[in-house]
């Protein structure tokens, strides 16, 4: 079974742009996290889609958005880019949508220069 | 509301040498522990977990921790190091309804010297 995909791998993007990354779950599973990884911040919750529905939500601002797609697929958005927002975006799926039962992707590197 | 500390943001080893990382966290209501490995460029692969049952819990690679619910620590061990083990590991906590997001440590960067 094919684990979770990311795509693109790597992104150059500069201020003011907007990006959207994907991730497509393992076949099956229901739900996709996101999460942001920064040096200083570490590892921070963004969102999680469960069947199409937001169902968690982190504390980031307004800028990142997401959505989940019928087939599960799921794309986070951001608007505005800026410095801060450079990072390795992760994403993990589940099928029941249990934290404890999370498999993740290898992330998206995102530089906003 | 969970919290994880992690102490030393950088362990150095020998290889063949004992490896010990260290977690604390802060939980209210009884947790679920993690621990998951990130090598460069990579996702986070799962170790080992904790849920329920045996406080003592064996992962991949050799590696093992306890939950100590007194000292509130989970830390990992492994008693020989390896070249490959060169990594970074981070440590999550979640409640235990699993409904909630892993709340992560800053991690520690494990370096493996020859």
């Known amino acids: 079974k094919a684990g979770v995909t990311q795509t693109p791998r790597y992104l150059i993007k500069t201020r003011g742009q907007q990006v959207t990354l994907s991730c497509s779950p393992i076949?099956?599973?229901?739900?996709v996290s996101w999460y942001q990884q920064t040096p200083g911040q570490g590892l921070q919750f963004l969102f999680e889609?469960?069947?199409?529905?937001?169902?968690n939500k982190g504390n980031f601002p307004g800028r990142f958005s997401g959505r989940q797609f019928s087939n599960s697929r799921s794309e986070m958005n951001v608007s505005t880019l800026e410095l801060g927002d450079s990072a390795l975006y992760l994403c993990?799926?589940?099928?029941?949508?249990?934290?404890?039962?999370?498999?993740f992707g290898p992330g998206t590197r995102l530089t906003v220069l | 509301a969970q919290s994880v500390t992690q102490l030393g943001s950088h362990v150095s080893v020998s290889e063949g040498a004992l490896v010990l990382l260290r977690c604390n966290y802060s939980?209210?209501?009884?947790?679920?522990l993690f621990w998951y490995v990130q090598y460069p460029n990579q996702g986070l692969q799962l170790l080992l977990k904790?849920?329920?049952?045996?406080?003592l819990v064996k992962g991949i690679n050799g590696f093992e921790a306890e939950f100590k619910k007194s000292e509130t620590s989970f830390h990992l061990t492994k008693p020989s190091a390896h070249m490959s083990d060169a990594a970074e590991y981070f440590c999550?906590?979640?409640?235990?309804?699993?409904?909630?997001?892993?709340?992560f440590g800053k991690g520690t960067r494990l370096s493996v010297i020859a």
């Open positions: 904790y849920t329920t049952g045996a406080t």
């Open positions: 999550a906590v979640t409640p235990n309804s699993g409904n909630t997001p892993l709340v």
């Open positions: 076949s099956g599973h229901r739900s």
């Open positions: 993990a799926s589940s099928f029941s949508g249990n934290y404890n039962e999370q498999f």
């Open positions: 939980s209210s209501v009884p947790p679920y």
């Open positions: 889609y469960f069947s199409e529905t937001q169902r």
